[in-house]
Nanobody, 126 residues
Framework: QVRLVESGGGVVQPGESLRLSCAAS????????IGWFRQAPGKEREGVLCTSNSDDITYYSDSVKGRFTLSRDNTKNTVYLQMNSLRPEDTAVYFC???????????????????WGKGTLVTVSA
C-alpha cells in the first residue's frame, strides 16, 4: 500500500528556512515522480515542485523558483523540500504526492498526482 507521510512543518519568520520531509512506504521512491503541493486557506491547491517519470526535468512554480529545492535520501526512502527565504505568502498546508504514470513535472503540478500524504502546515509570520 502506497503511503506518504509529511513532517517538518512549523512556524518561522520571513526570510528563514525550513525543510519538509516526505517518508514513503509501500513502494521505492528512488527515481519515482514526486510532487510538492500546497494549499493556503481560501485558495486553490498549487503545485510548487514536481519531478517526472519520463524525463529529468523538475518543474518549479514561479512563486518558488530559486528558493525551493528537492532532495532525496534513497536509503531512508524519503524526499525533502528545502524552503529558503520564506515569505508570508508561503503559508499553507504542504502535501507531497507521487504517481506511477509517465508524465512531465509540469503536467503533474498542473493536474495533480495519484497518491497523497495528509500534509503539514507551514506558517510564515513575523
Amino acid at each position: 500500500q502506497v503511503r506518504l507521510v509529511e513532517s517538518g512543518g512549523g512556524v518561522v519568520q520571513p526570510g528563514e528556512s525550513l525543510r519538509l520531509s516526505c517518508a514513503a512506504s509501500g513502494f521505492t521512491l528512488d527515481s519515482n515522480a514526486i510532487g510538492w503541493f500546497r494549499q493556503a486557506p481560501g485558495k486553490e491547491r498549487e503545485g510548487v515542485l514536481c519531478t517526472s517519470n519520463s524525463d529529468d526535468i523538475t518543474y518549479y512554480s514561479d512563486s518558488v523558483k530559486g528558493r525551493f529545492t528537492l532532495s532525496r535520501d534513497n536509503t531512508k526512502n524519503t524526499v525533502y523540500l528545502q524552503m529558503n527565504s520564506l515569505r508570508p505568502e508561503d503559508t499553507a498546508v504542504y502535501f507531497c504526492a507521487t504517481d506511477f504514470r509517465r508524465y512531465s513535472g509540469s503536467h503533474y503540478c498542473s493536474n495533480g498526482m495519484d497518491y497523497w500524504g495528509k500534509g503539514t502546515l507551514v506558517t510564515v509570520s513575523a
